[in-house]
């Protein structure tokens, strides 16, 4: 079964005069795309992936600085 990775909104946790940045990135997108949903979402997915392969590659990166210089080998069991 998934997960969800956000908690659920009631209106009691609204502060008036702030909007939930959830809302802020939907307008955002719908307003790039001229209120067309299917291709916000698109744009979303687009966006979120490509700054997810951005940060994995950082890891990537900061493991193979991290690891430089140590022999890598097999663990003695």
């Known amino acids: 079964m998934l997960k969800t990775l956000h908690r659920n909104w009631d209106e009691a946790d609204v502060v ?3 909007s939930c940045p959830v809302e802020e990135i939907d307008q955002a997108y719908l307003g790039t795309t001229q209120g067309n949903a299917d291709l916000a979402l698109r744009c979303a997915i687009a966006d979120a992936m490509s700054d997810l392969l951005q940060a994995e590659h950082r890891v990537c990166e900061k493991s193979r600085l ?6 890598r080998s097999g663990v003695a069991v």
């Open 66 to 71: 991290i690891s430089r210089g140590y022999v």
């Open 16 to 18: 008036p005069g702030h």
